[in-house]
C-alpha cells in the first residue's frame, strides 16, 4: 500500500520530534535560496541530530518512495549555493535534509595535521578552531560565516586560496556519508595514502547531494604562516595582470596565497552600495585590479621584502601603474572586505546573471575580450561586473540588468542569450561553464549542451547504480536523459 505524504510526515515527525521535522507554517528559509532567485515548497524541512537519524529519515523516505510516493530528498548546508542545488523544487514532495544541528567536531588531531567535524559545522567556527591551536584551515570564501563544511564539500568549493591550498576536494582526507539504502559508510580517515580501489571520498566530493548525505569529513591542517601580507594593485589591461600572475608565481612560489581580480565595475558598484568602504586606490584610475596575498612562513620582514621586491619588479616592466601595500593586519583585512563585499554590492543592484567559468589563465584577457564582445551583439544594454580567482583562471562574468531595466524581467528572459553568448565562447578556450559553484538546477541544461557525452554517460550510470530510484536531488545535476 502506497504511504501518503501526511504518513511520511508523522513518521519523520516520530523519529526526530515536531520540532525538527516541520511541515507547513513559514519554512521560506529553506525553500528560498540565498540569491531569492527561486522559492520551492517542501513537504518537510527536518534537522537530524546525528548521522543515525540522517540514515533514519533516508530510510523513511526510501521505504515511502518504494511503496509508490514520489518523493525526494533535497540535503541542505548553509543554503548559500549559487545554482539552486539545495532548496526544493515547487512539488511539494520534497524532504529538505538540513544538516546544520550536527555540529561536532569529533577529533582533532595536531600531529597528523587533521581535525573530524560534522557536516553542519560553520566553515568560519571551522577556521577559528584550527586557529585556536595554531594553525590554518585555508577553506575561505565570502559565505564563510553561514555556509557549512557539508555543503563545502559536496560543492567541492573553491574560494581565495585556491591558488596556495587547492579547492575543498584537496583538503578532505575522509567523509562519512549515509547512501541511498540508508546505510552508514564510515570513511572518516587521517590516512594521506590509501590506494584501496575506487575513491568514494572523491566521488562524493561536488556529488551536490545526488549521491547521498555527507555526515561528517575528516579534514587536512596546515601549519599557520609566520605572516601574511597583502597589496591592492591597478594594471591597464588584463593582459598586464596575467603576466603579473606569472611573474608573482615566479618569484613567489607557494608563498603567493591569493590572486583575485576585479575589473573597475564591479568596485564601482562596491561604492555604489557601500560607500563607508574606503578604496585603497581610487577605482576610476584602473581598468582593473589585483588583491595579491603573500604569505611567508619565516617572518613578517621577509614577507614584506618580497612583496615589496614582486612590487618593484613589475613597476620596472611595466605592470602596474599604481599600488598600496597594506600597513597592517587591519588594512589587509579592509582590502579583503572589498572584495568580498561585490557579490553583496551586486545582489543590492539586483537579481543579475552568474557566470562562474574558467580557462587557461594565460587566455584569460582574449576570453574577456571575446565574451564582451559577443554579449554586446546580443544585449548591447546588459551590464558586465566581472571579477574572480585569477589566479586559478576563474572569473565570475557576471552580468547586470541594464540601467533602469527591471532585474527579475532581465533574468528570466535574458538568461539563455547570454549564457549561450558566454558559455560557447569559454567552450572556444577548452573552459568550464562552472568553475566552483556547481551545476544544481540552474545549470543542468548547460552540461547537457556542454559536458562530453561519454562522460555524462558515464555519471549517469553512476547515479543510476548508486540511486536507483533516484531519491536524492532528482532535480539537480544530471538533466534528464
Ligand atoms: P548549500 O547551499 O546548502 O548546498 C549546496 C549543494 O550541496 C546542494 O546541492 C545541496 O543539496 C548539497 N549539500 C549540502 N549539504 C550536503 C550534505 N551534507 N551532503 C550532501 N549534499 C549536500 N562558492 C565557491 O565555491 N567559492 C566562492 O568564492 C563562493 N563565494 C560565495 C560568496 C557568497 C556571498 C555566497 C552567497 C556564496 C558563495 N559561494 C562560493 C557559493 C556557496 O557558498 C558554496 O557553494 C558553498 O560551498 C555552499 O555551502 P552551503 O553549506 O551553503 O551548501
Ligand atoms: C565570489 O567569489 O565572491 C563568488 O563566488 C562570486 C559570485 O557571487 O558570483
Ligand atoms: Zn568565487
Redesign the pocket.
Known amino acids: 500500500m502506497t504511504i501518503t505524504a501526511e504518513q511520511l510526515v508523522e513518521q519523520l515527525q516520530s523519529l526526530l520530534g515536531a520540532d525538527h521535522a516541520r511541515s507547513g507554517g513559514d519554512l521560506t528559509a529553506w525553500e528560498e ?3 531569492q532567485l527561486a522559492k520551492g515548497k517542501a513537504l518537510a524541512v527536518v534537522s537530524p541530530a546525528s548521522t543515525a537519524e540522517v540514515a533514519a529519515v533516508v530510510q523513511a523516505c526510501l521505504a515511502a518512495k518504494e511503496s509508490g510516493l514520489n518523493v525526494s530528498i ?10 539552486l ?3 526544493p523544487d515547487a512539488s511539494g514532495l520534497q524532504v529538505v ?3 546544520k544541528r550536527m555540529q561536532a567536531v569529533r577529533a582533532f588531531d595536531k600531529q597528523n595535521l587533521s581535525m573530524t567535524v560534522e ?2 559545522c560553520i ?1 568560519q567556527n571551522l577556521q577559528n578552531l584550527a586557529a585556536e591551536q595554531g594553525l590554518l584551515f585555508p577553506l575561505s ?4 560565516g ?15 586560496q585556491v591558488v596556495r591550498y587547492g ?2 576536494r584537496d583538503l578532505c582526507l575522509g567523509i562519512e ?1 549515509v547512501n541511498a539504502k540508508g546505510e552508514i559508510w564510515n570513511g572518516l580517515s587521517g590516512l594521506r595514502k590509501n590506494n584501496t580501489g575506487y575513491d568514494l571520498r572523491h566521488l ?1 566530493i561536488g ?9 561528517a569529513a575528516t579534514l587536512k591542517l596546515y601549519p599557520q604562516p609566520a605572516a601574511t601580507t597583502c597589496a591592492w594593485l591597478a594594471v591597464d589591461t588584463l593582459d598586464h595582470a596575467v603576466e603579473l600572475l606569472a611573474l608573482a608565481q615566479q618569484q613567489l612560489a607557494s608563498g603567493l596565497t591569493g590572486f583575485e581580480a576585479m575589473e573597475q565595475d564591479a568596485l564601482k558598484l562596491v561604492e555604489k552600495h557601500m560607500p563607508h568602504m574606503r578604496m585603497p586606490i581610487d577605482a576610476s584610475t584602473g581598468a582593473a585590479f589585483i588583491l595579491l596575498e603573500y604569505s611567508d612562513d619565516e617572518s613578517e620582514d621577509r614577507a614584506r621584502a618580497r612583496l615589496e621586491g614582486l612590487l618593484e619588479a613589475a613597476f620596472e616592466a611595466g605592470l602596474l601603474t599604481d599600488g598600496a601595500v597594506a600597513q597592517n593586519l587591519d588594512q589587509a583585512q579592509k582590502m579583503w572586505d572589498i572584495r ?1 563585499h561585490i ?2 554590492a551586486q ?1 543590492a543592484e539586483g537579481l543579475h546573471l552568474k557566470h ?1 567559468i574558467s580557462v587557461p589563465s594565460s587566455s584569460i584577457p582574449a576570453f574577456v575580450r571575446k565574451a564582451k564582445e559577443e554579449l554586446a551583439k546580443v544585449l548591447p544594454d546588459a551590464r558586465v561586473i566581472n571579477f574572480g ?1 585569477l589566479g586559478d583562471g576563474n572569473l565570475h562574468f557576471n552580468v547586470q540588468a541594464p540601467e533602469g531595466a527591471n532585474p527579475r524581467e532581465f533574468v528570466d528572459t535574458c538568461q539563455q542569450t547570454a549564457e549561450q553568448a558566454i558559455y560557447d565562447v569559454v567552450a572556444s578556450f577548452g573552459g568550464s561553464f562552472s ?4 551545476v ?1 538546477r540552474l545549470k543542468r541544461h548547460d552540461l547537457a549542451h556542454y559536458k562530453d557525452p561519454v562522460a555524462l554517460g558515464m555519471m549517469r550510470a553512476i547515479k543510476g547504480a548508486l540511486d536507483p530510484l533516484n531519491l ?2 532528482p532535480h ?2 544530471l538533466p534528464d536523459a
Do not use: K, Y
Open positions: 535560496d540565498w540569491r533535497v540535503p541542505q548546508g548553509g543554503n548559500t549555493g549559487l545554482v542545488g539545495g532548496t535534509v538540513s544538516l557536516a553542519g566553515l570564501l565570502a559565505a564563510e553561514s555556509c557549512v563544511i557539508g555543503g563545502n564539500l559536496a560543492t567541492n568549493a573553491g574560494g581565495t579547492n575543498t556519508m562524493m556529488s551536490e547531494g545526488t549521491l547521498g548525505i555527507i555526515t568580498e557579490t553583496l545582489a562562474d580567482h568553475a566552483e559553484h556547481g544544481g536524492f536531488n539537480a545535476l
